[in-house]
């Protein structure tokens, strides 16, 4: 069984920072991508980022320049730096976990980033 255990959400003025971060733990993870996506009010849930073990990233345009996701993969953590955020930002963010090995993906229970005044 696979968990995944998150936090970093709260609320956030425009143009601050947050960052977010995940711990999988399980078997069968070692070689996985490790992201984040989001799912705002009325909205389908969306891809943020992704990171590979080797280190590849994909980034949604809408977040390109803004944010950064990293791992560790000793630890099996990702990080995801949220800079300038923006109203449109607000959303329930999920981690998910993609293994290679397992062929399944596991997802966290969500944190909720808001970005308001």
């Known amino acids: 069984q696979v968990q995944l255990v998150e936090s970093g959400g709260g609320l956030v003025q425009p143009g601050g920072s947050l960052r977010l971060s995940c711990t999988a733990s399980?078997?069968?993870?070692?070689?996985?991508?490790m992201g984040w996506y989001r799912q705002a009010p009325g909205k389908e849930r969306e891809l943020v980022a992704d990171?590979?073990?080797?280190?590849?990233?994909n980034y949604a345009d809408s977040v390109k320049g803004r944010f950064t996701i990293s791992r560790d993969n000793a630890k099996l953590t990702v990080f995801l730096q949220m800079t300038s955020l923006k109203a449109e930002d607000t959303a329930v963010y999920y981690c998910?976990?993609?293994?290679?090995?397992?062929?399944?993906?596991?997802w966290g229970q969500g944190t909720q980033v808001t970005v308001s005044s």
């Open positions: 399980g078997i069968g993870l070692r070689f996985s991508t």
């Open positions: 998910n976990i993609y293994s290679f090995i397992r062929k399944s993906a596991s």
């Open positions: 990171i590979s073990t080797a280190g590849t990233t």
